[in-house]
């Protein structure tokens, strides 16, 4: 089973790349996306497109590509929460069923 998450955990790094080391600080700094905020995001790159719009400082496509990653990332965590909780679950039965005998 370790080999198993090890190797998942491998697969994740190459497709994502290294985790970032985000200290507490550097999370309080960070802006954060409020509640509908990626519709927001998407919707004003569409209108400054349709427009045409355009601050070479924040072109709209990197913008764009960087919530649906975050979308994306969103989905799978929510799916390795669940996983997680699984593995908690039968480690906690494990030794529950151990300590009972």
């Known amino acids: 089973m370790l080999d198993g998450a090890k190797a998942l955990a491998g697969q994740i790094t190459a497709l994502l ?6 200290t507490r600080a550097d999370i309080a700094r960070s802006a954060k996306l409020r509640k509908g905020g990626g519709e927001m995001v998407k919707t004003i790159a569409t209108l400054c ?9 924040q ?4 913008l764009v590509a960087k919530i649906n990653q975050a979308e994306d990332l969103v ?20 030794q529950s069923e151990s300590w009972v005998g």
């Not at 790349?17 to 985000?22: D, E, F, T």
């Not at 072109?59 to 990197?62: D, L, V, Y």
Request: aromatic fraction near 6%.
């Open 17 to 22: 790349g290294a985790p970032p080391a985000l």
């Open 75 to 94: 989905a799978l965590h929510k799916e390795l929460v669940t996983a997680t909780k699984h593995v908690a679950d039968a480690m906690f039965q494990a």
């Open 59 to 62: 072109p709209t496509a990197p």
């Open 49 to 57: 497109d349709k427009f045409g719009l355009v601050v070479p400082s």
